[in-house]
């Protein structure tokens, strides 16, 4: 695998166990339906979230979560349509990005709750 794909699924563990900390419930990790993907799918208390999860090694070329373009969000809107029709699920939901920047010993994580809307 692919150091960047390391440092991803390295980023999505400590996500999760960050939620996990925060009383979040995880209900799915990698949830796809064809090429789109949700990263963390989580319930927090009724409300479904899902997780968008940006991780680098530095912030030098800008903060993770400004990698969740316009279109990226679009791609999100979609698999998320998808996962409620497919589950039933039928109350509240948002959209959230955990950016992480892991620098050799040192993590920071940046938890953007309701991080954009549906259009």
Known sequence: ??????????GELIACSFLKEK?????Q???????????????DGDELVFVEVKTRATSLFGEP???VNPQK???????????VIKSGYDKGSR????SIIIEKDNCAIHHIPDAFYPI
């Open 29 to 43: 990790t990698n949830w796809r339906r064809g090429r789109l993907e949700i990263d963390i799918i989580a319930l």
């Open 65 to 67: 979560e400004e990698a």
């Open 1 to 10: 695998m692919a150091d960047h794909n390391e440092l991803g699924k390295r």
């Open 73 to 83: 969000r679009r791609h999100l809107v979609q698999a998320a349509n998808a996962f």
């Open 95 to 98: 959209f959230d990005v955990i």
């Open 23 to 27: 009383g979040y419930s995880i209900l």
